[in-house]
């Protein structure tokens, strides 16, 4: 049962509406932001009028790209649906159409609950999407899209799906099987972000280091990144979504190699203890990931490694997880983010009791980023005095914002410069000698200012 049923949202106005005009609303991660960048570029390659997560009252027909990965995401997607429902009803909107995870997932109880949405779509339904809004699906611009983010940064796509059978996750059942895209059609696609100017991708996938096991019959994310690498104008690339796993090895060596690959990984890793990593059906122990990390350390020394934790998965008893809290303690990660487990269904835990209490699931993910707010203090002290190549993504209040290679935009650090004497072009890069340091910010000057 998904609908919450948070029926509060009332708008009332009326109003006479222009030719057509679409407002495509992203929820969830990054590779749902790609699909609606996909979605915005075929629209406009149809010639019509397209925002973004716009409160542009203008727009007749809404798009809710949504996200069904856990409880949290769900309610956001149903109660996005239901205020744009309310919209529709009150005549502030023709038309509403709902595509993505959520979509993909519940469709059947989505059309029976929520009858005012026009259609509903899974997330490889574009071309009936654009054929409900009479747009004809253009081959010709794959490969053309029309980014949302900041000029200067872009998340690219490399493969959907995933063949993996994690206890606790439901992507597969929303994203189906993997299928990676052919490398030509990922260097074209780069060609034309950094023709945009694009600087800096963030590689995506649901599971980035399976990348070329169905086209190629094997690993061949290390021939991508330099074919990649070698795209003119693209200055940064950034890996997240790495699966532990029978981890490809010689990936260390191209980020070694290559300036262009960021000394930065994102690897989920989930949890520590070999009992429950068992219960996760992740196929990898403790001991094989501390290897798996060292070797990286070794191999690319000033790595950057950004890990996910989940809390709460059933059956988790105190013990297991003091061995997750003495593994973060012990490992010193740049960047950790936690997850509490969510009881989903048609996952394979779903056949576990969802045993470990909400309030243990919530004081169990603050006793992690805890601990890891102190390494990431002692971390970022550590980096005074130093000078980091930094690229600036906004100015904001009195400060230029911007990130070193090793962060991540929306989930890692940041550096603030001040504007009062320092300026710089959003979108550039720029030396910065760090003057001070917080718990996940730093704070400098720029060097030739
Ligand atoms: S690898 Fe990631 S996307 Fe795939 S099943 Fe595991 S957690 Fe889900």
Not at 137 to 161: D, M, V
Not at 419 to 438: E, H, M, P
Request: glycine share 6%.
């Amino acid at each position: 049962m998904i609908l919450v049923s948070l029926r509060k949202f009332s708008i009332v106005k009326t109003k006479t509406l222009k030719q057509d005009k679409v407002n495509v609303i992203t929820l969830g991660c990054s590779k749902n932001l790609v699909d609606s960048e996909n979605i915005i570029t075929q629209l406009k390659g149809n010639d019509y009028d397209v925002v973004h997560d716009s409160n542009d009252e203008d727009a007749n027909i809404v798009i809710v790209n949504t996200c069904g990965f856990i409880d949290l995401a769900k309610e956001e997607s149903v109660n996005t649906i239901l205020e744009y429902a309310e919209v529709k009803k009150d005549g502030g909107i023709e038309k509403l159409y709902v595509t993505g995870c959520l979509s993909q997932r519940y469709k059947d109880q989505l059309e029976e609950e929520i009858p005012e949405v026009d259609a509903y779509f899974g997330t490889l339904e574009l071309p009936g999407l654009l054929a409900k809004l009479n747009a004809d699906y253009k081959h010709e611009l794959i490969g053309e899209r029309i980014t949302t983010t900041p000029q200067h940064f872009a998340y690219l796509k490399i493969s959907e799906g995933c063949n993996r059978t994690c206890s606790f996750c439901a992507i597969p059942l929303m994203r189906g099987k993997h299928i990676s895209r052919p490398i030509e059609e990922l260097v074209k696609e780069a060609q034309n972000l950094a023709r945009m100017g694009v600087k800096e991708l963030m590689l995506i996938a649901q599971e980035l280091t399976y990348y070329g096991l169905d086209i190629y019959k094997k690993r061949e994310l290390p021939r991508l990144l330099h074919a990649l690498a070698d795209v003119e104008g693209i200055e940064w690339i950034r890996l997240h979504y790495a699966y532990p796993s029978k981890f490809p090895l010689d990936i260390f060596a191209v980020m070694a190699e290559r300036k262009e690959i960021c000394n930065y990984l994102d690897i989920p890793l989930q949890h520590a203890s070999d009992t429950v990593l068992e219960r996760m059906r992740r196929q990898i122990t403790q001991q094989e990931t501390r290897d798996l990390i060292a070797y990286a350390r070794q191999k690319v020394p000033n790595i950057t490694i950004r890990t996910t934790l989940l809390v709460g998965h059933p059956g988790e008893t105190e013990a297991e997880f003091q061995e997750l809290c003495d593994f973060v303690a012990d490992m010193h990660f740049e960047r950790v983010g936690v997850f509490q487990y969510s009881h989903e269904e048609n996952t394979i835990a779903y056949d576990f009791e969802d045993d470990v209490a909400a309030e243990t699931k919530a004081e169990r993910a603050n006793r992690i980023m805890e601990i890891q707010q102190e390494i990431s203090f002692a971390k970022n002290q550590a980096k005074i005095g130093q000078t980091l190549n930094v690229l600036f993504d906004r100015k904001e209040g009195e400060y230029f914002v911007g990130r070193t290679e090793g962060d991540s935009p929306e989930v890692d650090n940041e550096v603030l410069v001040n504007a009062k004497n320092n300026y710089v072009r959003i979108g550039d890069f720029a030396l910065v000698k760090i003057t001070d340091a917080q718990d996940y910010d730093l704070f400098g000057e720029l060097v030739n200012n």
